[in-house]
Each structure stands twice: as structure tokens, then as C-alpha cells.
């Protein structure tokens, strides 16, 4: 196995044809489906699942890439540190819950390392899914909370799939509303009052028990229920429908507006927020800058408050 074998795999998946990637390499066709077949070969595995429309990467493809992917930037950290050679395209993903201050913390590191090419990828997805993307490298860090509710749970998987957590902050549970909500003006909310209110949650998909609910106290029995997707749509229903939803409390003006705030809300729980990685896996230069910009706007939108 050759790190230029790897180059070759990395670029046929995110090229999506043969033709297509050894244009990009500057290697005849027939060069580059021998160098894939040999690599197959030689791990004993199907990288690439060859069809009538084209190729598809295979199950264990996607995870041989994904650490295809971790490797290929390490040689080039050594590239650039030892050799003194210009970088190559920075590779660098991210898997969250739906927080802004993930958002402000990516753009921060694309500002630091985005050149004239990059391939950055900032997923909001559900829980599940952002302990599945880390322990595949799908993405190199995830962020996620645990409180008294699902922690035994979360905590759990996170050490079955080979991950650490690591805490950020801890928040007392907010509800987010409306800045023309009728109850804007309260300084702080109690769960009797929300009542009459529909109540915004992300959807979890197949994996919908309350461990992996992105809101606290997800258990509770609420008369008016709406999941979605994204953050735009439920920030629209809030300010639409008088909807709220509980989260952390942490919010940024700059990327939501002042169309959304955020109160206490009236209960004894907390919530833990942390980001994971893989335990023997040391982050590559991209992650460490963005587990920085982390704390420093979750530092500056606590303080803030």
C-alpha cells in the first residue's frame, strides 16, 4: 500500500468516475483502475463496487476512506512541517447537534486555513449519526450533550465505538422563543406556562428513543408536537406559530438574528456539552484549531448572556 494508491482511491470517490479522476490526476485510465485493484487486492477488501451507471463505494470502502482520508493528511502535516512543500488541499469535517456556535467555530477555521482550494464538510445531524461519523472518521470530531436522562446511554456508545468525550460547558436548560413571543417578557419560563405552545424538536430518524432526543426532557407528554429537520425551519415555526423549543441557551445574534432569545427555563437538570474523537487518534492541525474556536465563542456567548 502507497500513499499515491490512497490518493488515487480518495480522488475516484469524491470524483464519482474513473475518467473523471484520472483527468484530475494526470494518469491514463487504465493506470489508475490497475493502482485501485492492486490496493483491493492487497487489503483483501472492495473499495469500489463496480455497476452499470458507474462505480458505488462499497460499506467497508467508506470506512477504508475514511482512514485513507486521516493518513493522506498526516503525510501531508509531515510534508509540510519537514519538507518544506506547499500544502495540499485541506480535508477537514465536522458532525453536530444543532448549535450555532459550531457554525462560528467552522468559519473560523476556514478563515485560518482555506487557501485557493479546500474540502471542508460541517454536518448538523442527528445523535446517532454523530457518533457513527466519528467512530467511521467520517468526521473528525462531533458535539453533543449528555445530562442525568441519557448519559449512561450516550456515555455508553461513545466508549463502545472506540471515541472520548470531552466537556466544553455545561448549560442549564433555555427555551428558545420568539423575540414577539408572549412570553418574551418573562425573565424565566416554567414548564405549566409552555403549555398551550407547540413544542419544536429534531427529528431523529430510525433512532428516535428519548436517549438520543437533541432536547432535554424530551419525555415529557407535550399536546402539540412538531419535529423538523434544520435550524432555519424551526427558528420559522417559532417565530410562525409561537412554537419553542429547550436547548442550552447559548445563542448567536450574528447567525440567528434577534428574532430568537432565549429564557431559563424553570427545572433542576443540566445539560453537558462536549465534543468526541477517536481515543488513539491525535487531531490533525484543523481539528485542534477548531476545538479553539470552540471554547473561545462558547466563552464569548456565555458571558454574553
Do not use: C, W
Not at 452499470?52 to 463505494?57: D, Q, T
Not at 445531524?125 to 450516550?154: A, F, P
Not at 429537520?229 to 442550552?248: H, K, P
Amino acid at each position: 500500500m502507497t500513499l499515491q494508491q490512497l490518493k488515487y482511491v480518495v480522488t475516484v470517490a469524491a470524483k464519482g468516475t474513473i475518467s473523471d479522476a484520472a483527468k484530475e490526476l494526470f494518469v491514463s485510465q487504465p493506470t489508475l483502475t490497475n493502482a485501485i485493484k492492486d490496493l483491493e487486492n492487497e487489503m483483501q477488501i472492495t473499495i469500489f463496487n463496480r455497476t452499470n451507471k458507474g462505480i458505488v463505494v462499497s460499506n467497508i470502502g467508506d470506512e477504508f476512506l475514511s482512514y485513507a482520508r486521516q493518513v493522506l493528511e498526516q503525510a501531508n502535516l509531515l510534508e509540510h512541517k519537514f519538507l518544506n512543500v506547499g500544502s495540499q488541499r485541506p480535508i477537514f469535517s465536522v458532525s453536530t447537534q444543532h448549535y450555532s456556535f459550531a457554525v462560528n467555530a467552522f468559519v473560523d477555521v476556514i478563515r485560518e486555513f482555506a487557501g485557493n482550494e479546500y474540502d471542508f464538510t460541517l454536518r448538523e445531524t442527528q445523535t446517532y449519526e454523530i457518533i457513527e461519523d466519528v467512530s467511521r472518521l467520517k468526521s473528525e470530531l462531533g458535539i453533543l450533550y449528555t445530562s442525568s436522562k441519557n448519559e449512561e446511554v450516550i456515555s455508553k456508545l461513545i466508549k463502545q465505538n472506540g471515541l472520548v468525550f470531552e466537556e466544553l460547558f455545561i448549560a442549564k436548560p433555555h427555551v428558545f422563543i420568539s423575540s414577539k413571543h408572549p412570553l418574551a417578557e418573562l425573565e424565566a419560563i416554567s414548564l405549566e406556562e409552555l403549555e398551550e405552545y407547540p413544542y419544536l424538536s429534531f427529528e431523529q430518524g430510525d433512532n428516535n428513543a428519548f436517549y438520543f432526543s437533541e432536547e432535554i426532557l424530551s419525555t415529557l407528554d407535550r399536546n402539540k408536537n412538531i419535529k423538523v429537520r434544520d435550524r432555519a425551519t424551526l427558528f420559522n415555526l417559532a417565530i410562525g406559530l409561537n412554537g419553542y423549543t429547550v436547548s442550552t441557551g447559548v445563542i448567536s445574534k450574528e447567525l440567528n438574528g434577534e428574532n430568537i432569545i432565549a429564557r431559563p427555563l424553570l427545572v433542576e437538570e443540566h445539560m453537558r456539552v462536549g465534543t468526541i474523537k477517536q481515543a488513539n487518534m491525535a487531531l490533525s492541525r484543523y481539528g485542534k484549531s477548531y476545538k479553539d474556536a470552540l471554547k473561545k465563542h462558547v466563552s464569548e456567548l456565555t458571558h454574553s448572556e
